[in-house]
């Protein structure tokens, strides 16, 4: 008996063994990769729980085993967006690399600008209180759409509480009333074909440094003065400088009227 | 080292958690940091410097980056 009982509580020992080490093969990896002209985004989930049988009660073994690879291909426009590749120093001496477009204006990171949109999602509730949620989104569409926000605004259970969910909402109206904002001044300042008219917007620049001077600071001016083009100006009051459209705006009516 | 580093500090809680929301959607990690006061020195680079105090003596401060 003695023997059974070392034996039996060696086991018992060696099942809660097995149970963590099981837990603990959680391995998950995660991986989004820019090569020329394509995007490879690939997840490997391996998820394993076993349990042990104890000899004094012939309770029988439990084996629970998930494993899942993705791997998703995304073509973007690197390739034909790659005009010429500079490299420069920034003030902290960093080497930055400049890509532009063939056009000739500056490429959106690296000018993978337009990809294809990939949404994933795993949630996994294991044993106990272990389990894996993972969620990934590649794209422009894919990273503000409605589903993807939703997505990401969930907690680590996969779940989202209601005043997150007002909170996204309120978001998104202010996102799309800037959106707005942002097309009636960029075609206030534009010539039309393009290019941003710079007496036009230092003359928008300096009437919104009177409505709001807190906000058009003279760093915020020259910023906004240095963008030649209307998807420059576009890009840079989206983020991130989007707290000066408001007065921008109002300086747009304002001007519009006369 | 991030492209962006935004920081924001608004007076009540719901504006705060609304600008989280935001950021997020475009892109960035958020945190938000209460405090009874904040000190922004940008002299440096041509910014200025601020001293920011409520009068409830509460304020969010929220730090984007990507």
């Given at each position: 008996?003695?023997?059974?009982?070392?034996?039996?509580?060696r086991?018992?020992?060696?099942?809660?063994?097995?149970?963590?080490?099981g837990?603990?093969i959680?391995?998950?990896?995660?991986?989004?990769?820019?090569?020329?002209g394509?995007i490879?985004?690939?997840t490997?989930?391996?998820i394993?729980?076993?349990?042990?049988?104890?000899?004094m009660?012939?309770?029988p073994?439990a084996?629970?085993?998930y494993?899942r690879?993705?791997?998703?291909?995304v073509?973007?426009?690197?390739a034909t967006?790659k005009?010429?590749?500079?490299t420069?120093k920034?003030p902290?001496?960093?080497?930055?690399?400049?890509?532009?477009?063939t056009?000739?204006?500056?490429?959106?990171?690296?000018?993978?600008?337009?990809?294809?949109n990939?949404?994933?999602?795993?949630n996994?509730t294991?044993?106990?209180k272990?389990?894996?949620?993972q969620r990934?989104?590649?794209?422009?569409l894919?990273?503000?759409?409605?589903g993807?926000?939703?997505?990401?605004?969930k907690?680590n259970?996969?779940?989202?509480d209601?005043?997150?969910?007002?909170?996204?909402?309120?978001?998104?109206?202010?996102?799309?009333?800037?959106?707005?904002?942002?097309?009636?001044?960029v075609?206030?300042?534009?010539?039309?074909s393009?290019s941003i008219?710079?007496?036009?917007?230092k003359?928008?620049?300096?009437?919104?440094?009177t409505?709001?001077?807190?906000?058009?600071t003279?760093?915020?001016?020259?910023?906004?003065?240095?963008?030649?083009t209307s998807?420059?100006l576009?890009?840079v009051l989206?983020?991130?400088?989007?707290p000066?459209i408001?007065?921008l705006?109002?300086?747009y009516?304002?001007?519009?009227?006369? | 080292?991030?492209?962006?580093?935004?920081?924001t500090i608004?007076?009540?809680?719901?504006d705060?958690n609304?600008?989280?929301?935001?950021l997020?959607?475009?892109?960035?990690?958020?945190?938000i940091?209460?405090?009874?006061?904040?000190?922004?020195?940008?002299t440096?680079l041509?910014g200025?410097?601020d001293?920011?105090?409520?009068?409830?003596?509460?304020?969010?401060?929220?730090?984007?980056k990507?």
């Amino acid at each position: 008996m003695k023997t059974n009982s070392q034996s039996s509580s060696r086991l018992r020992f060696a099942a809660r063994a097995v149970v963590l080490i099981g837990l603990g093969i959680c391995f998950l990896f995660c991986g989004c990769t820019a090569k020329s002209g394509y995007i490879i985004a690939a997840t490997g989930t391996t998820i394993g729980v076993e349990l042990s049988q104890d000899t004094m009660t012939q309770n029988p073994n439990a084996v629970l085993g998930y494993k899942r690879a993705e791997l998703a291909y995304v073509p973007t426009n690197a390739a034909t967006a790659k005009g010429s590749t500079t490299t420069t120093k920034t003030p902290s001496n960093d080497t930055k690399e400049i890509v532009t477009q063939t056009d000739g204006t500056p490429a959106y990171r690296g000018g993978a600008k337009d990809s294809a949109n990939v949404l994933m999602e795993l949630n996994y509730t294991g044993f106990s209180k272990s389990g894996v949620y993972q969620r990934l989104a590649v794209g422009d569409l894919a990273v503000v759409q409605d589903g993807a926000t939703m997505l990401f605004a969930k907690n680590n259970e996969g779940e989202i509480d209601a005043s997150t969910a007002k909170y996204i909402s309120l978001a998104k109206d202010e996102i799309k009333k800037e959106q707005d904002y942002i097309g009636q001044i960029v075609a206030y300042v534009s010539d039309g074909s393009g290019s941003i008219n710079p007496e036009t917007l230092k003359k928008l620049l300096d009437k919104a440094a009177t409505i709001a001077p807190t906000k058009i600071t003279d760093t915020v001016k020259k910023q906004l003065s240095d963008q030649k083009t209307s998807d420059s100006l576009s890009t840079v009051l989206n983020d991130p400088l989007d707290p000066a459209i408001t007065p921008l705006h109002e300086a747009y009516l304002e001007l519009s009227k006369k | 080292m991030p492209e962006t580093i935004r920081v924001t500090i608004k007076n009540n809680s719901d504006d705060a958690n609304v600008l989280q929301q935001k950021l997020i959607i475009k892109g960035y990690d958020v945190a938000i940091f209460n405090a009874k006061q904040a000190v922004l020195d940008g002299t440096d680079l041509g910014g200025h410097l601020d001293y920011l105090k409520d009068v409830d003596d509460e304020l969010f401060v929220i730090v984007a980056k990507k």
